[in-house]
């Protein structure tokens, strides 16, 4: 299994660009979960999925952050308008249950200058 | 804010030594895992132990739960300088949906 994949792994965007990363779980898993990490906030959820439905997107900073899951296999997280403070590593993890260890991708680095 | 707190933050040891990393969290819990991360990658699963159990054993890993403290340690034998990571302690609270929050972690060196 090659685990969950993130892409892209490094991403460097100007203020005001949009941002999209993107996350391929593992086949099986019916949960995905955004966290984000820094130095200063260790690390956040964002959004869970389960069964391709979002279930709690309370941790999402802002309407400049919007995540879907269009099928099994997909998810994205997008920001619009980027800015500088949203510099941070991206996590993507899936599970087989909510409640079951995670499975965690290599994480994208995001730096919007 | 977190629900889990590591202690210490920063941890150096000697190769072949022991490592004791703690979690205090708040509220009560279904169970708690750890976690670990090495440089630039994502977090590995380590072990898991329900609020109905307490102590387990996986390799040289050792971790006990204390309900009645709300505390976890982990303990990590005969280090090896492979060992060098951030260690994470995430609890599924009772009253968060069952969803994982993390502690800041304890980054423990391991000279060789």
């Known amino acids: 299994d090659a685990g969950v994949i993130q892409s892209p792994r490094h991403e460097v965007t100007e203020m005001g660009q949009e941002v999209t990363l993107r996350c391929k779980p593992i086949?099986?898993?019916?949960?995905l979960f955004w966290y984000r990490q820094t130095m200063m906030r260790g690390l956040e959820l964002l959004i869970y999925?389960?069964?391709?439905?979002?279930?709690?997107d309370s941790g999402m900073p802002e309407d400049r952050f919007s995540a879907k899951m269009p099928n099994a296999s997909f998810s994205t997280l997008k920001i619009q308008p980027s800015e500088p403070r949203d510099s941070a590593v991206y996590f993507c993890?899936?599970?087989?249950?909510?409640?079951?260890?995670?499975?965690f991708g290599n994480g994208t680095r995001l730096t919007v200058t | 804010s977190q629900q889990g707190e590591e202690d210490p933050q920063a941890l150096s040891i000697q190769e072949g030594e022991n490592a004791t990393m703690n979690c205090s969290y708040k509220?009560?819990?279904?169970?708690l895992q750890w976690y670990r991360q090495n440089s630039g990658r994502g977090l590995v699963h380590l072990i898991l132990?329900?609020?109905?159990?307490r102590e387990k054993h996986s390799g040289r890993l050792r971790v006990t739960l204390d309900t009645s403290k709300k505390s976890s340690s982990l303990l990590i034998t005969a280090s090896r300088a492979a060992d060098t990571a951030s260690y994470f302690c995430?609890?599924?609270?009772?009253?968060?949906?069952?969803?994982?929050?993390f502690g800041g972690g304890t980054r423990l060196m391991v000279k060789p």
């Open positions: 995430a609890t599924d609270a009772n009253n968060a949906g069952n969803m994982l929050t």
């Open positions: 132990i329900r609020s109905n159990e």
């Open positions: 509220t009560s819990i279904n169970n």
């Open positions: 086949s099986g898993h019916n949960s």
């Open positions: 993890a899936s599970s087989l249950e909510v409640v079951s260890p995670l499975h």
């Open positions: 999925f389960n069964n391709n439905v979002p279930i709690d």
